[in-house]
């Protein structure tokens, strides 16, 4: 129970990120963590308090790596399908849409060009 009670925040968190105030974000990932971490009984200035935060930057932090490499990976994937016909090109309407800095869509199941 408790990977899901860590799971759901952290995708939102790493989701709305390239939407809001990076600042607000870390502001607000702080309070969540603070909370998170008195509700399961640390107290505030005390080591296991510290090592409770210090886990909770861990965490989001290696889940929002893992979610930078997933992108990558679907980037290269849809670049290596390119012309193949079998795989439709990607959109601007295709489902979970990332736009390429050369210009180019990528997504899941798709082709680049």
Aim: glycine share 6%; net charge negative; with cysteine.
């Amino acid at each position: 129970m408790k990977l899901l009670a860590w799971g759901v925040p952290m995708v939102v968190a790493v989701s709305l990120s390239g939407c809001a105030d990076p600042a607000q974000v870390r502001a607000e990932n702080r309070a969540a963590d603070r909370q998170r971490c008195a509700d399961y009984g640390y107290q505030e200035g005390t080591d296991a308090f510290a090592t409770c935060m210090e886990r909770s930057d861990e965490k989001r932090e290696y889940a929002e790596q893992r979610a930078e490499d997933r992108k990558a990976r679907i980037r290269e994937l849809a670049l290596k399908r390119s012309g193949d016909e079998r795989y439709p090109i990607c959109s601007a309407a295709t489902p979970n849409v990332e736009l390429d800095v050369e210009g180019f869509w990528y997504a899941e199941g798709c082709r680049a060009r």
